[in-house]
């Protein structure tokens, strides 16, 4: 089955500043790479997405970059504010059905100092 | 309207006690996952169902058994409560080739 990693498992930056969090996944037959927020004591929110046959996808601040073949993604995230403080799971799953399982990685603990 | 809700959304019970914890999507997916959120904030997928059939079992205890009687729906049965239990289980649905939506979550405490 497929396995996520994902690091650093916590990340500190001054406001302003850029952060970067790397994945990695197991199973070359998965397509479909969302990253998710999760602000204390909330649910986790798809922030951004990347499907296999794009290389790079944009949003504002937040981008996220697939490299398919080293089987790694990465999220970027310029100019950080402090709401952007949360936790940030990558996952990775295979679509065209429905009943794919959406792995996530171990999550990373963001903090964005003022 | 709230897209995945589940109930109750906070759950403080005594060691050996059986609980239910309650999930609804309005979205018309097709499947439904419980997902259990332990202290270190990892997201262990607990179970999938597709048009209320069952897909993923992740080696959860025979203790939890969920049961979805509709597509919309998907309940989770915990039997005989332990104190390893304590965590915030989610609830999520997902349509073919989209985003999953998930629950508020419910902080289950054991005592």
């Known amino acids: 089955g497929e396995n996520v990693e994902q690091h650093p498992s916590t990340l500190s930056v001054q406001e302003g500043d850029s952060a970067v969090i790397k994945c990695t996944y197991s199973d070359s037959a998965s397509n479909y790479f969302p990253w998710y927020k999760q602000e204390l004591g909330k649910r986790p929110q798809l922030i951004i997405d990347i499907r296999s046959n794009v290389g790079e996808k944009k949003d504002q601040r937040i981008a996220v970059t697939l490299n398919k073949t080293a089987k790694h993604f990465s999220l970027h995230i310029t100019e950080t504010q402090p709401e952007d403080s949360a936790v940030y799971f990558c996952a990775a799953t295979l679509t065209g059905t429905s009943y794919g399982k959406l792995t996530f990685g171990q999550g990373t603990i963001l903090t964005v100092h003022p | 309207d709230t897209a995945v809700s589940q109930t109750p959304k906070y759950l403080v019970t005594q060691m050996g006690n059986d609980k239910s914890i309650k999930c609804e999507q309005n979205?018309?997916?097709?499947?439904m996952y419980w997902y259990k959120q332990d202290s270190k904030k990892f997201l262990k997928i607990m179970f999938s169902?597709?048009?209320?059939?069952?897909?993923i079992n992740e080696t959860v205890p025979n203790r939890f058994s969920p049961k979805s009687p509709d597509k919309a729906h998907l309940n989770l049965h915990i039997n005989s409560l332990e104190l390893g239990d304590s965590a915030v289980y989610f609830c999520a649905s997902r349509g073919a080739g989209t985003r999953a939506f998930f629950g508020q979550g419910t902080r289950l405490t054991v005592v």
């Open positions: 169902y597709n048009n209320k059939e069952l897909i």
């Open positions: 979205l018309g997916h097709d499947t």
